[in-house]
């Protein structure tokens, strides 16, 4: 195993350890079904507690990304490969996860005003200016998605982050902002003129819209993100159990 815990890094250990776990599931022989190390020999390889690690496998576990099961181990759980209604991922993760290579065809990060939904939704004052980014990702072939991101100023971005990083890594390792719950609406409408230039399309063709509301561990709000998809590119699957 060629990773390793940076034991002198003020960033948590079982941060460390799931970030981790995260690169060593996407690696193909865990995907194709491999059982991962138990956790005593997982352990002893990073010098970490059991309980450490147990920490970090616990939330690929709750995410939908792995699987256990008594006596057959640790498994990378592939069903949960879509955008499903109890698992949600950031964008990057869910891409990687797929093994779908993205490319970036815009990238920019202004300072806003927020209107009056975003500031009751931040609960700021109007006159507060939060961070606004806006990406146009997709495939070698052409965009398929355009997404535009509010941030509270509380958790204290810059502006000049890399955000070419998966951005819920980027919040949890850099502001120790976890994103732990999401609340979305998903619904149907036509391309205007902005939205058909950016993923070229034409105008008043179909586009699937979502609204995505992030909040951290103490529900507190610190992401207001709108996605418009090309309507075919885009499947998404509700789970319900009783």
């Known amino acids: 195993m060629k990773y390793s815990i940076n034991h002198k890094s003020p960033i948590p250990l079982h ?11 996407s690696e193909e022989e865990y995907q194709n079904g491999k059982v991962l190390p138990n956790e005593v020999e997982l352990a002893k390889m990073l010098a970490i507690s059991r309980s450490t690690l147990r920490q970090a496998i616990n939330k690929l576990v709750f995410e939908g990304l792995l699987i256990r099961k008594k006596r ?3 498994k990378v759980n592939n069903s949960t490969i879509s955008s499903k ?3 949600w991922l950031s964008f990057s993760q869910e891409m990687q ?33 939060i961070l606004k980014m806006e990406r146009v990702r997709g495939q070698a072939d052409g965009p398929f998605v355009y997404f535009i991101s509010y941030f509270h100023p ?11 990083r998966p951005l819920y890594e980027l919040l949890e390792q850099d502001y120790f902002t976890i994103a732990s719950l999401s609340k979305e609406e998903i619904s149907a409408m036509t391309a205007d003129k902005l939205i058909a230039e950016k993923l070229n399309i034409d105008v008043a063709a179909p586009v699937l819209f979502r609204k995505r509301f992030v909040f951290d561990q103490g529900e507190r709000p610190i992401e207001y993100n709108l996605g418009y998809y ?3 590119s885009f499947v998404y699957t509700v789970e319900s159990r009783r």
């Open 72 to 74: 057959s181990g640790t």
């Open 97 to 129: 996860l797929r093994g779908i290579a993205i490319k970036n065809f815009e990238l920019h990060v202004t300072w806003v005003y927020p209107d009056e939904q975003l500031a009751n939704f931040f609960e700021i004052k109007p006159d507060r200016k």
């Open 154 to 164: 509380r958790i204290g971005l810059t502006g000049d982050e890399d955000f070419k």
């Open 230 to 232: 090309k309507a075919e």
């Open 15 to 25: 941060v460390q350890a799931e970030e981790l776990l995260r690169k060593l599931i």
């Open 85 to 87: 209604s109890n698992n």
